[in-house]
């Protein structure tokens, strides 16, 4: 059974950082992309960025220059580096895995809090 961890969320200033981190275990087969979901209350869930297995990243216009998405292969672990925070950034945060046989995977989501 595959199972996402995720970890890092919690309560920051406007301005403020967090590292998010998620953690793959399980059988899981050759995963292609990895990446992060957020949803707000009432919002539906977006897409945030997600990283390729060579490296190739993409990013919502909302994060960009403000937001790092980056991936250790060997220990299926994916990380969310979120800097310069807004209000508007507040979420949970979801890790999203796409496998190359198909398989599509998420964490329990962990909650993000920016204070303005």
């Known amino acids: 059974q595959v199972q996402l961890v995720e970890s890092g969320g919690g309560l920051v200033q406007a301005g403020g950082s967090l590292r998010l981190s998620c953690a793959a275990s399980?059988?899981?087969?050759?995963?292609?992309?990895m990446g992060w979901y957020r949803q707000a209350p009432g919002k539906q869930r977006d897409m945030v960025d997600f990283?390729?297995?060579?490296?190739?990243?993409d990013y919502a216009d909302s994060v960009k220059g403000r937001f790092t998405i980056s991936r250790d292969n060997a220990k299926n672990m994916v990380y969310l580096q979120m800097n310069s925070l807004k209000f508007e950034d507040t979420a949970v945060y979801y890790c999203?895995?796409?496998?190359?046989?198909?398989?599509?995977?998420w964490g329990q989501g962990t909650q993000v809090t920016v204070s303005s």
């Open positions: 990283i390729t297995r060579n490296g190739v990243t």
């Open positions: 399980g059988i899981i087969s050759r995963i292609n992309t």
């Open positions: 999203n895995i796409r496998t190359t046989s198909g398989g599509v995977y």
